[in-house]
């Protein structure tokens, strides 16, 4: 069982930065693959990014490619997503998740465990 706590969100204005961080329970949280997906209002949740258990391999939505950068902490079991030039389209509901996923990384139904969300709003 994982456990995941997000924090980190907030608001800020367009063009500006937040690091959002996913704090993970459990002595196996290395072995997991680590994905953020987000939750716009009157949308479905969407893929933003994911990286491999090592590190070594990241992911990315095409919306935020090149902003938006994924990184882990496996000593502090701990997975970051680093979200600079912010603009308004990414305003949602941000979601860490855990699963053992080899083919399904950019899928929801590839991930076991989830986290609570945390809001990020991003003002014009």
């Known amino acids: 069982q994982v456990q995941l706590v997000e924090s980190g969100g907030g608001l800020v204005q367009a063009g500006g930065s937040l690091r959002l961080s996913c704090a993970a329970s459990?002595?196996?949280?290395?072995?997991?693959?680590m994905g953020w997906f987000r939750q716009a209002p009157g949308k479905e949740r969407e893929f933003v990014a994911a990286?491999?258990?090592?590190?070594?391999?990241?992911f990315y939505a095409d919306s935020v490619k090149g902003r938006f950068t994924i990184f882990r902490d496996n000593a502090k079991n701990t997975v970051y997503l680093q979200m600079d030039s912010l603009n308004v389209e990414d305003t949602a509901v941000y979601y860490c998740?855990?699963?053992?996923?080899?083919?399904?990384?950019?899928?929801?139904?590839?991930?076991?465990?989830w986290g609570q969300g945390t809001q990020v709003t991003v003002s014009s």
């Open positions: 998740a855990a699963g053992y996923t080899r083919t399904a990384r950019t899928r929801e139904y590839g991930y076991d465990y």
């Open positions: 459990g002595r196996t949280f290395s072995s997991y693959v």
């Open positions: 990286i491999t258990w090592s590190g070594g391999n990241t």
